[in-house]
């Protein structure tokens, strides 16, 4: 089976850097890949791991070391746009992409 | 066009009524998916069709039926549901293989009264 361990909520100021991590316990893991849900919005694809290693994407950075069975998101330079949900997000065998619970950012002034 | 569409955006039935949700999607991608999304909740799996064929079924119950005529649509037949299948239900698609990033489109809000 599969499951993904992640904080429920995190509350950061402008301009701040934020990481969320993400646990995960999966069958076939494949990679890990990041989500933005804003409320009433779609999932977003952020970034996706499949190597050990840092990706940077913009003021988005996701993490994975494999062999931890752990990963994070980085938001650098936080704004209040960025008050959303991240979902990490295993990718399994069969194109299975299962998420973790979700953690809610919320940015203050 | 990088969009997933999904009609209608909102629905309501009643507990006998026999409704579908479609999905469609023009980005040549031969995987597709519904989710089910609770309100503070993550979207969970529910089905995955690859080349238009189910390949996962996540133990949905038979209330809910896919469909998939061809490579761009999927459909979500629904039918005898109950109050707690109120939900935010998700279409998305992505490319084969394991390098995976999943279009979403916006969703359907279905109320079942």
């Known amino acids: 089976g599969q499951s993904l361990e992640q904080p429920s909520e995190v509350t950061a100021v402008e301009g701040a850097i934020v990481q969320i991590n993400c646990t995960y316990q999966?069958?076939?893991?494949?990679?890990l890949s990041w989500y933005q849900q804003h409320d009433g919005g779609a999932p977003t694809f952020l970034s996706y791991?499949?190597?050990?290693g840092l990706e940077e994407t913009g003021r988005f950075s996701s993490f994975l070391s494999r062999s931890d069975s752990y990963g994070y998101l980085l938001l650098q330079e936080l704004q209040m746009k960025d008050s959303a949900s991240y979902f990490c997000?295993?990718?399994?065998?069969?194109?299975?992409?299962?998420f973790g619970g979700g953690t809610r950012v919320l940015v203050k002034p | 066009d990088t969009e997933v569409t999904q009609t209608p955006k909102h629905l309501v039935m009643g507990m006998t009524n026999k409704k579908s949700l479609k999905c469609e999607q023009h980005?040549?991608?031969?995987?597709m998916y519904w989710y089910k999304q609770k309100a503070k909740k993550p979207p969970e799996l529910m089905f995955v069709?690859?080349?238009?064929?189910?390949?996962i079924n996540e133990s949905v119950p038979s209330r809910f039926s896919p469909e998939c005529p061809n490579s761009s649509l999927l459909n979500l037949h629904l039918h005898a549901l109950q109050p707690e299948d109120s939900a935010l239900y998700l279409c998305?698609?992505?490319?084969?293989?394991?390098?995976?990033?999943?279009?979403f489109g916006q969703g359907t809000r279905l109320t079942v009264v």
């Open positions: 998305a698609s992505s490319q084969l293989g394991k390098d995976t990033e999943a279009f």
């Open positions: 999966t069958s076939g893991f494949y990679g």
């Open positions: 791991n499949a190597l050990d």
């Open positions: 997000a295993a990718v399994a065998a069969g194109n299975k992409l299962t």
């Open positions: 980005m040549g991608h031969r995987a």
């Open positions: 069709y690859s080349y238009e064929k189910l390949s």
